[in-house]
């Protein structure tokens, strides 16, 4: 029979009662007994002392009392445990809100429609107040041609101006009805081109013989003056448009003014001009002294087409520019200067006013081509050989074929 271990209960179920070894387990009395004394089965003995080590001590929490009154037993009152209680928070302080304009879509939308109204009625009140005039000839004409043909006028008459304003351009007195300024703008499927015909030139007018052309115009009127040009070119104008002086002007200081280009200093007191040499801004008066002036130049009427040349292109670029429609008081002036400065040919519309004013701004470098009319020497009479091959090309609309010895500007065959 082997030897049981000490302090083993036959059964193996645990200690022997009276045991000494597991006294401090289960106190002096046994199982579950009681001393009297506190409650030392909590009590861990230190190790070979046999006395318990007080720091060892687990001291029993007393359970909570209920909290007279009612209440929930912790604390004596209904608020929360410790653990659950949180600070107050403050409210956040209220947002103060930025004030922005906000734009109603209907409200968009009425002052959209209102400018529209405005682009439309104030060329089309200007337009009603443009005089049309009677420019196509009687007999023969030359049949319809591909293209359009603009003739374009500068009147001389001072019939229209008043005295301060002859005064203030140094026009002198009415001289009547003549033509400072002649040109015919072909626009089609090639590059446009501007072709200056000097006042000067000999052609033939009907009924008046040889003379020169500026005289039609004195002698007829339009009508008489589309008659010749086409006689004496063979191409069939479509459109007749006349500029006057005092609209002129106006129409140059409506759109802020232009640039002009002089290659040497001008003085000239019969056209109220004198500037220096070199690209500036020219107001109404100086363009127009600019254009009027051929006695400071050695060509003459040569020069002074081409001045003419470079300012009615000056006054169509920036007459269609956005500017001219993005700010309403200069949209404004230039329409309401359109009576004073056109007189256009019945039959003519306003969509044939905007190509010319657009053909205007392309007249030069790849975009088109400005020419004098061929002649052979400085008293303007047309070289008949080089005028005719460049007044074919136009007539059968082939500016794209114009060699740049039939277009130059004076005229003159180039060196």
Not at 308 to 336: C, H, I, M
Not at 379 to 393: G, H, I, K, T, Y
């Amino acid at each position: 029979m082997k030897n049981r271990p000490r302090g083993s209960s036959r059964g193996g179920d645990g200690p022997e009662e009276g045991t000494p070894e597991y006294d401090w387990l289960y106190g002096q009395g046994g199982h579950g007994g009681s001393s009297g004394t506190d409650d030392q089965t909590r009590v861990i003995p230190s190790a070979g002392s046999g006395r318990p080590d007080q720091t060892r001590v687990m001291p029993v929490q007393p359970r909570a009392q209920p909290a007279p009154g009612g209440g929930s037993g912790r604390g004596g009152s209904n608020d929360p445990p410790p653990w659950r209680q949180q600070t107050p928070v403050p409210p956040p302080e209220p947002r103060t809100r930025r004030w922005r304009p906000r734009l109603r879509f209907g409200m968009v939308k009425w002052v959209l429609l209102l400018w529209l109204v405005f682009l439309v009625a104030v060329p089309l009140w200007s337009w009603s107040k443009v005089e049309k005039v009677d420019a196509e000839p009687n007999g023969a004409r030359p049949d319809d041609q591909p293209g359009t043909t603009y003739l374009l006028v500068g009147s001389d008459s001072r019939a229209d101006l008043s005295d301060e304003d002859r005064q203030d351009n140094n026009l002198g007195g009415d001289v009547g009805q003549r033509t400072d300024t002649i040109m015919l703008l072909h626009t089609g499927s090639g590059p446009n081109l501007l072709m200056s015909i000097p006042r000067d030139s000999l052609v033939e007018i009907p009924g008046r013989g040889v003379r020169k052309v500026n005289a039609a115009y004195a002698y007829g009127g339009p009508q008489l003056l589309v008659r010749t040009l086409e006689g004496a070119t063979g191409i069939r104008i479509d459109h007749y448009v006349e500029i006057g002086l005092g609209g002129f002007v106006s129409v140059v200081d409506a759109v802020g003014g232009i640039e002009i280009c002089p290659t040497e200093a001008m003085k000239d007191p019969q056209a109220n001009l004198d500037i220096e040499k070199g690209c500036q801004d020219a107001d109404g008066k100086v363009a127009l002294g600019y254009a009027r002036s051929r006695k400071t130049s050695s060509l003459g009427d040569i020069d002074r087409a081409k001045h003419q040349r470079e300012v009615v292109s000056a006054v169509g670029d920036k007459a269609v520019s956005p500017w001219s429609v993005l700010n309403p008081l200069r949209y404004y002036r230039l329409n309401t200067a359109m009576p004073d400065f056109f007189k256009v040919s019945e039959g003519t519309n306003p969509y044939d006013m905007g190509k010319f004013a657009i053909a205007m701004t392309r007249v030069d470098g790849k975009s088109g081509l400005t020419c004098g009319v061929p002649i052979r020497d400085l008293a303007v009479n047309w070289d008949e050989e080089r005028s005719q091959r460049l007044f074919d090309l136009i007539a059968q609309d082939e500016t794209a074929d114009v060699p740049k010895q039939l277009c130059t500007p004076s005229g003159l065959p180039p060196r």
